[in-house]
């Protein structure tokens, strides 16, 4: 009969859990506790059931974390609706960005206004600004929040923000800063932010299937190795 290692069978206990490898809390908005993890200041609230940080008017939402020290990837989903008028030079804002300790690096992310949505607004300008960090941002405008309660006649946008974070910010402390500008009465602007996640690429979790078969592997080879030593002492 084939015994396999104790160490063996309780990795195998956990093969079927799904392993996860973010570092971000309550990234998806799920807890019970409204905003846990996070940060706010302002109109932000965790509207039933809990699935998205929704801003209205002014707004910031910030969470602080460790971004890991091999190649990392971050990534949020984003809606925004706006009564500001087509054309309108001072309109309301929602923006996102990330600031780094203790090297006090910057990573201006994305904005988003009446007039669409602008990537990395500081691209081609960092040598203006001190500390920005020059990045690599993508926008998926496929992506929606569920539920999400645009402005009735407003301009609506929403899609996925995603970049590969730079060697310069690994293994720093950083702060992700969501924040809702807001010029003045006259328009009335709404936000929201989901799946706000960072994960290293550096560092794959086998599938809980291809765990399993990897254990059981191992312990077939380490039964025919007990097997081919006692054969040799006897």
């Given at each position: 009969m084939l015994k396999i290692p104790?160490?063996?069978c309780i990795v195998l206990a956990f093969a079927g859990v799904e392993a996860t490898a973010g570092v971000i809390v309550n990234g998806d908005f799920s807890s019970p506790v409204?905003?846990?993890g996070y940060s706010s200041g302002g109109s932000v609230t965790q509207p039933s059931p809990g699935d998205f940080a929704?801003?209205?008017?002014?707004?910031?939402?910030t969470q602080t974390f460790t971004i890991p020290g091999g190649g990392s990837?971050?990534?949020f989903d984003f809606a925004f609706s706006t009564t500001t008028p087509i054309g309108s030079i001072f309109g309301d804002t929602f923006a996102a960005e990330l600031t780094t300790s203790p090297d006090a690096d910057v990573l201006?992310?994305?904005?988003?206004?009446?007039?669409g949505v602008t990537k990395d607004p500081l691209d081609g300008m960092e040598g203006l600004f001190p500390n920005v960090v020059p990045i690599d941002v993508d926008f998926d405008p496929s992506?929606?929040?569920a539920g999400f309660p645009s402005k009735p006649g407003g301009t609506d946008f929403s899609g996925r923000i995603s970049l590969l974070l730079p060697s310069e910010v690994l293994a720093e402390s950083a702060t992700i800063t969501f924040r809702l500008f807001d010029s003045g009465p006259a328009f009335e602007?709404?936000?929201?932010?989901?799946?706000?996640s960072v994960v290293s690429s550096n560092t794959p979790i086998p599938e809980p299937a291809s765990l399993a078969v990897w254990i059981v592997m191992a312990a077939g080879g380490l039964a025919r190795r007990r097997k081919?030593?006692?054969?040799?002492?006897?």
């Open positions: 104790t160490c063996l409204a905003l846990q929704q801003f209205d008017d002014v707004g910031v939402l990837s971050l990534s201006d992310l994305f904005f988003v206004d009446v007039s992506i929606s929040i602007t709404v936000a929201a932010i989901d799946n706000f081919r030593v006692r054969a040799s002492l006897e």
